[in-house]
């Protein structure tokens, strides 16, 4: 099973060699944008195989990042999605990937089904540029940067551009201090707080693979840019100019370009956060590819559940139980001992005061929030509660895991293999679901008994469950 930990700056270069072979085209992945974002975006991350898990928390729900392989075996990442399928189901998750690549979006659409809701917010693109273009600036369409370029060195013909090294952070940061006092003025929460970010990660360049470089004339810095290689692309986290030096931000682009896109196919410029004036200058410099981040949000079948159903058998009714009948089930759900095969102890998430009608609640608000089905198993007889059928452990490829118990006056009377069969044919015939599960403690012989004579199939076992099974054509 999958183990997440939440990712501490100082873990993030744990990353670097993933990041150094990524092939998405996406920003998101690498040291600089986890590292100056990581306030904003702080993500869990595990590993499965050589691939590298990153999920994030925005808005109460968790994005699993597309997994990174360190080999770029598209297999040993479908793997890796395997095991996060797994890791939502086991843990009543709604699976949500981001950061999605364009290359890979159709085989994982095609992996759910119709069962898909694909999305691509416009403001998070990167944009992608040819390296060769900003090294030279080719071109009819791109004269306007030429000539800007022109008038910085006829303005400014002692200019030089150098790399950075360590002994100039202090001359860096003062130049930084300007440009924040002049080009700061407007209060914009994204802008302090990469500026901030700028100021952090300044000192980690050596070890983070950090290349930069300074842009200077009359002995001052004027311009300041950073990146890191990753994949075929070279990412510029940061790009800053002084205001009033015209042509600065060209200039120290094509430099930059030209120290250190060596070998690189392509530059990536970030995304333009949904600014206008900055996507209207992204888009002047002609990028190769607007880089899509797909957000897939994948179903299951009970989520399109509006409510929980009726069914009739031979001898049951299976319906939603009702608020009278909460002292039957309240003795159904708090016997410790008939429960443990249910194998889970309510006794750890009940609070010190609760009422009986806290177990029902409890289900009811299980379903709400899509988390399982339960029913309550009723005699036709005489409309007596006597236990509880349950579809839950909803997973990603049409299957559910299916669960019974009952009231022990009940019991050896068949109705638990009746209600397990009727409420199996109906996840069939109405959910649409292609296997139904099911599992039992070892020591529980009779309900491994029941699962077989309603239709299951024994398919393992480990040290603690046996394992079973049912399709629809069996």
């Given at each position: 099973m999958l183990k997440f930990e939440r990712t501490k700056k100082e873990d993030i270069l744990r990353f670097k060699p993933w990041f150094e072979v990524q092939n998405t085209h996406i920003a998101d992945y690498s040291i600089g944008f986890q590292f100056m974002w990581h306030k904003a975006l702080a993500p869990d991350f595990a590993f499965f195989g050589d691939c590298l898990i990153l999920r994030e928390l925005y808005a109460g729900k968790y994005y699993f990042y597309y997994p990174v392989s360190l080999s770029g075996d598209e297999n040993a990442e479908w793997e890796a999605i395997g095991e996060i399928e797994k890791f939502c189901r086991d843990n009543d998750m709604k699976l949500h990937f981001t950061n999605v690549p364009k290359g890979r979006l159709s085989a994982l659409v095609l992996r759910y089904g119709a069962s898909v809701s694909v999305s691509d917010n416009r403001r998070w693109r990167d944009y992608l540029y040819a390296a060769e273009d900003f090294k030279t600036y080719p071109g009819k369409k791109l004269a306007g940067q030429r000539n800007h370029i022109n008038k910085f060195q006829k303005l400014y013909p002692d200019w030089t551009f150098r790399p950075y090294k360590k002994e100039d952070e202090p001359r860096v940061i003062a130049f930084l201090k300007e440009y924040e006092g002049v080009q700061l003025e407007k209060e914009d929460r994204l802008a302090d707080e990469e500026i901030a970010e700028v100021y952090a990660i300044l000192p980690h360049f050596e070890e983070f693979g950090i290349v930069a470089g300074i842009l200077e004339t009359g002995g001052k810095i004027v311009a300041f840019s950073a990146g890191e290689r990753c994949g075929d692309m070279l990412i510029v986290h940061i790009e800053k100019a002084l205001r009033g030096y015209e042509g600065a931000y060209p200039m120290i682009a094509r430099e930059f370009a030209r120290a250190f896109a060596e070998n690189a196919a392509f530059i990536n410029r970030m995304d333009d956060a949904g600014d206008l004036g900055l996507r209207k200058s992204k888009l002047q410099y002609l990028p190769a590819e607007i880089v899509d981040k797909y957000n897939i949000l994948v179903g299951r079948?009970?989520?399109?559940?509006?409510?929980?159903p009726e069914i009739e058998t031979e001898r049951l009714t299976l319906k939603p139980v009702s608020d009278g009948d909460e002292e039957a089930y309240f003795r159904l759900a708090s016997d410790v001992e008939r429960n443990r095969f249910w194998g889970y102890?309510?006794?750890?998430?009940m609070p010190e005061?609760?009422?009986?009608?806290?177990?029902?609640?409890?289900?009811?608000?299980?379903f709400h929030h899509r988390m399982e089905m339960p029913i309550g198993i009723y005699l036709r007889e005489n409309g007596e509660l006597v236990g509880e059928v349950v579809l839950h452990r909803f997973g990603y490829h049409a299957e559910a895991e299916i669960g019974v118990r009952l009231l022990q006056e009940a019991e050896g009377k068949g109705?638990?293999?009746?209600?397990?069969?009727?409420?199996?044919?109906?996840a069939f015939s109405k959910l649409g679901l292609e296997k139904v599960e099911a599992k039992c403690f070892l020591e529980?012989?009779?309900?491994?008994?029941?699962?077989?004579?309603?239709?299951?199939?024994?398919?393992?076992?480990?040290?603690?469950?046996?394992y079973f099974y049912r399709t629809a054509e069996m």
């Open positions: 079948a009970i989520d399109a559940v509006q409510k929980l102890d309510y006794r750890e998430n005061i609760a009422h009986k009608s806290w177990f029902l609640q409890s289900v009811r608000e299980d109705y638990a293999r009746e209600a397990v069969m009727a409420y199996t044919e109906y529980n012989v009779r309900s491994a008994k029941m699962l077989l004579s309603a239709g299951m199939r024994e398919c393992g076992k480990d040290d603690i469950y046996r």
